[in-house]
């Protein structure tokens, strides 16, 4: 499992061979939705004191903010809650709880067939404080699970189908032990870990997983959500988006579908979820899951800080850099900045130039609308904690407790 994520500089997601590339725009990095080496976002705010930056200029909003707004119905508000930003969410749930439809903590794992256990990198006392919080707000908890195993092996493990059983079943009996209202399942090894050429084999066994889990958790009271990156079409073609995960064979048997529409970059600089791109997986996934009420978008409230450039050698030392002022780029819907950090411990020092990049509250409130129009069962916010209160203030504003 990774480091503390609001350290080190974000990391290179592997991508399967051949991955497409994304057509909007041209000269746009290859996109890679979705959520960074099976643990999501692990480098958000990265970084010598820079996540204090970043968070901070989340503040600085345009004018207007709430001018565009989530889906009317302020319950079809969803939010994932990883494990190291704890810190920041836990507040959130008293105050925010009844916004919210469905709230993910995520620190779950699978690492066997039957072995479904919490992060290792989770502060125990803190994810226990957050789960009481969140029962006594009363909040719907629907944890992620993710795919911990090694590249390869989830997909092994699904294609036996006595394994495939026994997965499904501990998957439901972690559900009812834990008196959860359901779960979120975020396999993403195969998107981002195993290679192209084994999805053709993949799909219809992960369709056959969800068939059987769905199935056990439904029986139980439970619902079935599911966390994947977008296709494009409804093709197979290297254009066509991360098919694997086969949208109109399992958004019948599912309560939800969100489709994580960010991480347009990770490993360089760029954007973060351009508006351009979330609009065409939006459209991808509609055509292809044939159901749109069953789509909830994911969208984002972070940004990233990458060296784009140094000079000298680094060492661990104090922020000594200027900032630069934020500017708003309507094409993408984004922040950006450029700024140097200077580093020096008297013996060695270094020049670095970083470039932030970060989605607002009014930018998720944006896409949150355009999921709206296309006909979304709701949005899911990544995450709580992340979010400014200019978020807050545009439900609060447009939903029906502000009407």
């Not at 994911?298 to 784009?308: K, L, T």
């Amino acid at each position: 499992m990774p480091d503390d994520p609001t350290t080190g500089d974000p990391p290179e997601r592997p991508a399967p061979d051949d991955a497409p590339e994304h057509p909007v725009p041209d000269d746009a990095p290859e996109p890679r939705s979705g959520h960074v080496a099976g643990l999501r976002r692990i480098g958000v705010f990265v970084g010598c004191g820079v996540a204090t930056l970043v968070a901070a200029l989340v503040l600085l909003l345009r004018p207007g903010a709430g001018d565009n707004a989530p889906p009317d119905d302020a319950s079809g508000l969803d939010a994932w809650a990883p494990y190291w930003a704890l810190e920041s969410s836990l507040p959130e749930v008293a105050a925010h709880s009844e916004d919210l439809r469905e709230l993910s903590p995520f620190w779950y794992a699978a690492e066997g067939v039957d072995s479904i256990v919490v992060d290792g990198n989770a502060p125990a006392a803190e994810v226990e404080a957050f789960l009481v919080a969140a029962r006594d707000a009363g909040a719907t908890i629907v944890p992620s699970v993710v795919d911990a195993l090694e590249p390869g092996e989830m997909a092994t493990l699904l294609a036996d189908p006595a394994q495939r059983t026994r997965h499904a079943q501990a998957l439901a009996e972690f559900a009812a032990s834990g008196d959860f209202a359901g779960l979120d399942i975020d396999y993403e090894q195969f998107a981002f870990a195993d290679d192209r050429s084994t999805w053709i084999t993949t799909r219809p066994s992960w369709v056959a997983f969800i068939e059987e889990l769905a199935e056990q958790l439904h029986a139980d009271g439970r619902t079935l959500t599911v966390s994947i990156p977008p296709v494009y079409d409804t093709g197979r073609t290297p254009d066509s988006g991360y098919w694997v995960y086969d949208y109109a064979a399992i958004a019948p048997l599912v309560d939800r579908i969100r489709v994580m529409a960010y991480d347009y970059s990770t490993a360089s600089a760029g954007p973060i979820a351009p508006l351009e791109w979330v609009q065409q997986a939006i459209d991808g996934t509609v055509a292809a899951s044939g159901d749109p009420g069953k789509l909830v978008l994911g969208i984002p409230a972070y940004g990233y800080n990458w060296v784009v450039a140094t000079t000298g050698t680094c060492p661990d030392g104090e922020d000594s850099g200027r900032r630069a002022e934020p500017v708003y780029d309507e094409t993408t819907g984004e922040w950006a900045f450029t700024y140097q950090l200077e580093l020096s411990d008297g013996a060695t020092a270094c020049t670095q130039t970083r470039q932030v990049r970060y989605v607002d509250g009014e930018g998720a409130l944006a896409r949150a609308a355009l999921a709206e129009a296309a006909g979304f069962g709701g949005s899911s916010l990544w995450a709580l904690g992340y979010e400014d209160e200019a978020f807050w203030n545009g439900l609060t504003e447009v939903g029906p407790r502000g009407a």
